[in-house]
């Protein structure tokens, strides 16, 4: 049997190919049958570039239903999809772009001049366009590629995608993602969620992150059935699309927009079944808000780029705010102290995860793995968490000082080490502080250097120039000196207190 993931899907696909599987704001459909058919073309096209099976293949580029086809595409012809931020930079997309050696890539146009020097550099022959219209020179050289192709057979083990996610040192890893890990997940999910034929998924999430690409587009692909495609999340639209669906999926700035929303009521939601919020923490208050406006308790759950999803609030039984549910099943979790053993329920300890859906390891990075993973086979997640008696976990924090701002991982090293090359920066510390909207906000502190007169502004204009926007800090304040423990280490608990409730920015 073939395991490949796209194999997979199209066993779940309708017997009416006409159906749709993306419902477009300008009216368009994609049906299943032209999905297939520009999936399979994409792939003859990438096949014939002289990429084999395990080659990867680098996307940058804005939402479109083409960049879902194209992922589909890459998929069917065996070879390892490595998704980017829209948002990253040069020096960021350099460094991934090196580290994975990708046979080709997919760019978006603003991108293009800095990307083309990359590729040049590290000798990538195959550079292409796509831009948020689903336009360019990538649709331009596929075009007459056949829309037949046998989709490449792949064994459970073998990577479908390849996701970079950064660490504290500041230095990325790429989680090797196999289709067993992608397809069991999305089986799991699937069924625990109660998809079933009726079933219209609101999709306004990015399509470079495992919440939009994997978790979303998957249980719809499982399900046979059609999800509304928008390019970016808008509440009005959001709002218009709940009286006609049946799912939305979103991280908790979504939620926090819709309950700004004036029509954001009961009758408004009277055709969903079910909201999912994930990425990031959902504060009680928004939980609670919500479901008083709507009558509906959000589901949360948790998951990871390494893991996919590992534990959910039920879709039959209690939702508890504040909590990610129990684990999935078939995904063991455990929560243990510093020497490994299992915390009693109520005590906070290390997060460790085994299952199918756990990563294969990290790209090139052996030793990395062996610290990564226990000796019976345990990832360890980083986070900090504890279990109620009843078995919901709740995650306390991370370990390794991980922000999460408005569903994205930010990595202080990686904004401290940009921070202290600016010129007048002697030292800085970066700590994430609730935020309503964004669940954290990143805030910088930082030490001038005597005499030095940068402002605010300053340091925000310059680590845009360098930075994902979702990195920059959202408050940048100046300090004599940063407080530190006897061991003169930084305590950045500290600057979390007394920085709390500045994030809003």
Known sequence: ????????????????????????????????????????????????????????????????????????????????????????????????????????????????????????????RNLFVLDEHGQGGFLDAARASPERFTTVERAESDLAAILYTSGTTGRSKGAMITHRNLASNAEVLHREWGFGPEDVLVHMLPLFHVHGLFVACHCVLMNGTAMRFHAKFDAGAALADLRRSTVFMGVPTFYTRLLAEPGLDRAACSRMRLFVSGSAPLLAETHEAFEQRTGQRILERYGMTETGMLTSNPLHGERRAGTVGRPLPGTDVRVVDDAGETCKPGAIGHVQVRGPNVLSGYWRLPEKNKEEFTAD?????????????????????????????????????????????????????????PHADFGEAVTAVVVRVPGDTTSEADVIAALKARLANFKVPKRVHFVEELPRNTMGKVQKNVLRDRYSGGGRG
């Open 377 to 433: 086979g345990y990832f360890k997640t980083g986070d900090m968490g504890s279990f109620s008696t009843d078995g919901y976990l709740t995650i306390a924090g991370r370990s390794k000082d991980l922000i999460i701002s408005g569903g994205f991982n930010v990595y202080p090293k990686e904004i401290e080490l940009a921070l202290d090359e600016l010129p007048g920066v002697r030292e800085s510390a970066v700590v994430g502080v």
């Open 1 to 124: 049997m073939n395991a490949n993931l796209y194999s997979t899907f199209e066993q779940r696909f309708p017997a009416d190919r006409g159906r749709p599987l993306l419902l477009l704001g300008s009216g368009r459909e994609v049906s299943y049958a032209e999905a297939d058919a520009t999936s399979a073309r994409y792939a003859a096209f990438l096949a014939g570039l002289g990429l084999v099976p395990g080659d990867r293949v680098a996307v940058q580029v804005e939402k479109s239903p083409e960049a879902l086809l194209l992922y589909l595409a890459c998929l069917r012809a065996g070879l390892v999809y490595l998704p980017l931020n829209t948002a990253y930079q040069q020096a960021e997309v350099g460094y991934f772009l090196e580290n994975a050696q990708p046979g080709a890539v997919i760019s978006q146009p603003r991108s293009l001049g800095t990307t083309q020097a990359i590729c040049a550099q590290q000798g990538i």
